[in-house]
């Protein structure tokens, strides 16, 4: 599911944003030409896309009369400050001029600037994507552009610090130790030998239905590796996002770090509703597999991930609790 | 559980340009993306933005709509289905398929593979995907029915499957 969820937002990004305003001004150029010339919009539904290469050109030349100006780079990773991609010509991006719509009243809020040294977005992904160890079938590091907001960086689920960074740092990220994608906040009493001996087994999930238990893996890994969590469940199976890690002291579990997903966008569910016929199935059983991965930059310790999901089988859903129990080894 | 802003912004204004502007400016990202994941790879994402937003501005004002990202979301996906439509009029499958072959070594990653599913297909996955919409919000977003939600999702889901099991055989020939 990663794979299709990568492929999915690297499409979503991909091309040059014209930006809102440059956008609304050629649609409304557009009406105006048409409206001006009936015969041109008769013809225009006729062929539309014949027409938006009209509307385009008139975008260009709105847009190229756009005064020169500034305009910040930020990163969620990092808001330090941020420096242009070596070795990228300066210049201006048509995607980030902001130009004002025709006819609109001049609005009082400050310019929005653009950064004549800020990287396209496909510059920058292509030297990402150039990079040793980095893997553009899976899209790991994309970039958004809001059109009229700041550049800033998200990272894929699965992509390893060592890939990441040289990217984020050649796209101006000035501190790579925040690169890695999450907020994890690992605490002190995390530190310590592991475990000896099996990762212990952890009560059963504790299901309001025993057809609705969850299945967990316990994996076993090495310090800075990634890790495959994967649970399975009867019916659908909801996708938790944010799920508290929690280590085991030798007495008792204390939380470790937070497995954060991307956030899709403000206001976005925090589950993910799969169907049960989805991709993910890994044999002819009724069940469905989740993949989470994470990467333990945690100590050597034994971790359990936690979490709520709502589990929904023949239109009946239920609460239930997960739990996955990891290993990372030194 | 989704937030979207809607048309009613303000109503003291005259000047509709204005407060649409105002709209457009906040909803445009998500469409743009949106339109960029529905959209055929060789059609440009702000050039389907504009022409819906164009056809909903000769009808109405972004401010008169109650989900304005709604209307645009279900126009970009009848003018990327219309387009994909004449599309294959207009070519011939040889034609077509030396253009996808073109766009595959222009474009760095295996994304021409979700130019096999349909553009409706490639909303549904998207909003239910990336967006993190319930199925039910989806197909109240796209105009369909809840059941056509399910299915279509499925059914691309398989299919896309389907596609990259074939290019992995392929690719380790």
């Not at chain 1, 770090?257 to 049960?276: I, K, N, Q, Y």
């Not at chain 2, 909303?123 to 029915?145: F, K, N, P, Q, R």
Request: net charge negative.
């Amino acid at each position: 599911m990663t794979t299709l969820e990568n492929k999915l937002r690297a499409r979503s990004l991909r091309g040059h944003p014209r930006g809102s305003t440059g956008v609304f001004a050629a649609a409304t150029s557009q009406i105006a030409e048409e409206g001006a010339r009936p015969q041109l919009a008769i013809a225009s539904r006729v062929a539309i896309f014949g027409s938006l290469t009209t509307a385009a050109v008139v975008a260009v030349v709105l847009l190229a009369s756009v005064p020169e100006s500034t305009r910040a780079i930020d990163t969620s990773d990092t808001p330090a400050e941020t420096t242009g991609v070596p070795g990228t010509p300066a210049g201006p991006s048509e995607s980030n001029v902001v130009d004002p719509v025709p006819g609109t009243p001049t609005v009082s809020s400050p310019t929005t600037a653009v950064d004549r040294s800020a990287p396209r977005l496909d510059e920058v992904y292509d030297q990402c994507v150039k990079m040793a160890g980095f893997d553009p079938q899976g899209v790991q590091v994309i970039l958004d552009d809001t059109g009229t907001g700041p550049w800033w960086v998200k990272t894929g689920f699965d992509v390893p610090a060592e890939i990441h960074r040289p990217c984020f740092e050649a796209i101006g990220g000035s501190d790579p130790s925040r690169s890695s994608h999450g907020t994890r906040t690992i605490l002190a009493s995390c530190a310590g030998p592991e475990q000896p001996g099996d990762i212990p087994q952890p009560p059963l999930a504790n299901s309001p239905d025993p057809a609705l238990a969850i299945h967990q893996s316990a994996t076993t890994t090495t310090a800075g590796q990634q890790i495959n969590l994967s649970w399975a469940a009867a019916g659908e199976v909801i996708h938790p996002v944010d799920s508290l890690v929690e280590c085991w002291t030798g007495a008792s579990w204390v939380p470790g770090f937070t497995v954060h997903d991307m956030p899709a966008r403000a206001g976005a569910s925090s589950a993910r509703e799969l169907e049960t016929d989805t991709p993910l199935s890994n044999d002819e059983s009724a069940y469905t597999d989740g993949t989470i991965l994470v990467h333990p930059l945690a100590p050597a310790a034994t971790y359990r991930l936690t979490g709520h999901a709502t589990i929904c089988a023949t239109g009946v859903c239920n609460q239930a609790t997960y739990e996955v129990r990891f290993k990372v080894v030194s | 559980m989704h937030n979207e802003v809607v048309g009613n912004i303000g109503s003291d204004g005259p000047d509709n340009a204005y407060h649409d502007g105002q709209i457009f400016d906040e909803i445009y990202p998500a469409l743009r993306r949106f339109a960029a994941t529905v959209g055929a790879i060789d059609q440009d994402p702000d050039d389907l933005v504009q022409e819906a937003l164009a056809r909903t501005l000769r009808r109405t004002t972004l401010r008169e709509l109650d989900s304005p990202t709604g209307y645009l979301r279900r126009t970009i996906v009848r003018l990327a289905a219309d387009s994909r439509r004449s599309a294959w009029r207009r070519q011939g499958a040889l034609k077509r398929l030396a253009s996808l072959d073109a766009m595959s070594q222009q474009f760095p990653s295996d994304l021409c593979d979700l130019d096999q599913l349909s553009a409706t297909d490639r909303a549904v996955l998207y909003l239910t995907d990336i967006e993190a919409y319930t199925h039910l919000e989806a197909a109240a977003l796209l105009g369909l029915s809840h059941n056509a939600v399910r299915t279509r999702a499925s059914r691309a889901r398989r299919q896309l499957k389907a596609i990259l099991e074939d290019d992995k055989v392929g690719g380790d020939q």
